[in-house]
């Protein structure tokens, strides 16, 4: 089994900062990336932020400039610092892990933390 722990989140104004961090643990042979993804009320599930082992980033055209992802340490631990908050950030984050759960997996399984919320107030 794995686990994902995510942290952070809460309630901001509008052009504040706040941090999300996310821990991945249990059955895991190794972690190919890892990532936020968020969803508002009546929205889709869209990916924010992604990191992969070898440091390449990407992020959703609406967060470049002002959210920034970093992580990978020895705790398997990702961190989203997102600065210069808008309302239409508002959502609710979910870390993703992309896992080889053991060393004869060719392919990755998706993991999924509970998520956590993020309310920016105008």
């Known amino acids: 089994q794995v686990q994902l722990v995510e942290s952070g989140g809460g309630l901001v104004q509008a052009g504040g900062s706040l941090g999300l961090s996310c821990a991945a643990s249990?059955?895991?042979?190794?972690?190919?990336?890892m990532g936020w993804y968020r969803q508002a009320p009546g929205n889709e599930r869209e990916l924010v932020a992604r990191?992969?082992?070898?440091?390449?980033?990407n992020f959703a055209d609406s967060v470049k400039g002002r959210f920034t992802i970093s992580g990978f340490n020895a705790e398997n631990t990702v961190y989203l610092q997102m600065n210069s908050l808008k309302p239409e950030d508002t959502a609710v984050y979910y870390c993703?892990?992309?896992?080889?759960?053991?060393?004869?997996?060719?392919?990755?399984?998706?993991?999924w933390g509970e998520g956590t919320l993020v309310t920016v107030s105008s």
């Open positions: 993703n892990a992309e896992i080889f759960p053991h060393w004869r997996a060719t392919t990755t399984r998706d993991y």
């Open positions: 249990g059955s895991i042979f190794s972690i190919n990336a």
């Open positions: 990191i992969s082992s070898g440091g390449s980033t």
